[in-house]
């Protein structure tokens, strides 16, 4: 049975190869029929060799590039080999879901922090770290940015510095954003109290 990543990951990759088709065949001239060379050997073997260069090429566009390794140490990997097993199984923690796949040091370390926030505060709700942000101003602190209305909770500060900004408004559309930060520490801590909450002892 394939895992939810492993199905992410063929539809990706399927999406692209459709893509590439449609690509090379719309960018395919039309041929010159007068003009046209009789497919004899040497055509032929032209034809090969340029078709083997372009796949060549396309292997390597295809090829990944080398991702962060991740740190047994960081915030997001101490809940044990059960909760990894499970994260690997139901969340997406080298693309969309963590901060391993964050290339940027500075950028890592917020999302690690603001997910080590999350979870050792015990302040998610379901998984749900806007509590945490929030705080006693549930109602308020996805719009107020000053004045006793603002957020308050336990990792305003982590917040702040993983969204890459103060203002309400802009944290609460961007909190599940998997190109920040925040983005990536909120999903995780989402997808395993969800789906591996007893392995991660998570809520």
Avoid at 10 to 39: D, H, M, T
Avoid at 126 to 145: Q, R
Wanted: with cysteine; glycine share 8%; aromatic share 4%.
């Amino acid at each position: 049975m394939m895992t939810r990543r492993s199905k992410a990951t063929l539809l990706s990759a399927l999406v692209f190869g459709a893509a590439l088709v449609i690509y090379f065949v719309a960018k395919r001239p039309e041929p010159n029929v007068a003009q046209a060379p009789r497919p004899d050997g040497n055509n032929r073997t032209q034809s090969v060799d340029e078709g083997r260069s372009l796949g060549r090429k396309l292997g390597g566009m295809l090829k990944p590039g080398p991702e962060p390794e991740a740190s047994p140490g960081a915030p997001t990997h101490r809940a044990g080999p059960t909760c990894e097993k499970c994260t690997t199984e139901y969340c997406n923690p080298g693309t969309d879901d963590g901060c391993d796949a964050i290339a940027d040091a500075a950028d890592r370390k917020a999302c690690e922090e603001a997910y080590e926030c999350f979870t050792t505060n015990h302040c998610a709700v379901d998984g749900d770290p806007i509590p945490c942000w929030c705080g006693k101003n549930m109602a308020t602190c996805v719009t107020a940015n000053a004045g006793p209305t603002q957020a308050n909770g336990p990792c305003v500060k982590q917040v702040f510095a993983a969204a890459k900004t103060t203002d309400a408004d802009t944290i609460f559309r961007q909190l599940l954003n998997a190109e920040l930060p925040i983005g990536r520490a909120a999903r995780l801590t989402l997808c395993r109290a969800v789906n591996c909450s007893n392995d991660c002892k998570i809520r």
